[in-house]
């Protein structure tokens, strides 16, 4: 624990240069004299602005607020940061089916590309919508109603992107599948 006087006009970034956070660390508990001690996120710190006590940083153990507990210095490397064992190649990356990166597709073209496609081919944005999430796509009505605007406006293709090239009977059959 570090004993802090924090200058009344101190800034949330000036207070963590000055008192250096451990690499890891997401909340601070801060005690002066016998009063409770205030326990939050780092990113709150400037609340600390005016004060002198003892300052202290860690992760969030368990509970919230007064009755909440921090754990001091015990950060584990973030897994990005830790090294491959010696001999042995670091994994290639992928995506494997169903992966966390891996976004569902329609006929091999991603979600924008088909509400392109569909803006083309005059659908409107509650059919679009059934069919994208009939395929597992959810979009927000406001961008899946600009991907629909910027197909049928072929002025924004070119810096936007163009439609997923889909055939009348590939539109035609997915229509029917959200229409069963």
């Known amino acids: 624990m570090n004993t802090v ?11 963590i240069e000055t008192n250096k956070p451990p690499k890891g660390a997401t909340h601070f508990r801060y005690t002066e004299g ?4 205030i326990i939050d996120a780092i990113k709150n710190i400037d609340c600390l602005a005016g004060c002198t006590g003892k300052l202290e940083f860690g992760t969030m153990k368990h509970g919230r607020g007064q009755n909440g ?9 973030i897994k990005s940061e ?7 190649p670091a994994p290639a990356e992928s995506n494997p089916p169903g992966g966390k990166g891996r976004k ?6 991603s979600a924008c590309a088909v509400a392109k496609a569909f803006g083309k081919a005059g659908i409107k944005w509650e059919e679009a919508d059934r069919i994208m999430r009939a395929h597992g796509i959810e979009m927000s009505k406001a961008s899946l109603s600009v991907q629909l605007g910027f197909g049928r406006n072929e002025a924004t293709w070119e810096k936007r992107g163009e439609p997923a090239p889909l055939t009348d009977e590939q539109i035609a059959d997915l229509r029917k599948e959200v229409e069963a």
């Not at 016998?34 to 001690?37: D, S």
């Not at 830790?82 to 042995?88: D, R, S, T």
């Not at 569902?104 to 073209?109: E, M, T, V």
Request: cysteine-free.
């Open 5 to 15: 006087s924090i200058p009344a006009n101190a800034t949330a970034k000036a207070i």
């Open 34 to 37: 016998n009063r409770k001690p």
């Open 69 to 77: 507990r921090i754990t001091p210095k015990a950060f584990e490397p």
């Open 82 to 88: 830790m090294a491959a064992p010696a001999g042995k």
């Open 104 to 109: 569902n597709k329609i006929h091999g073209f």
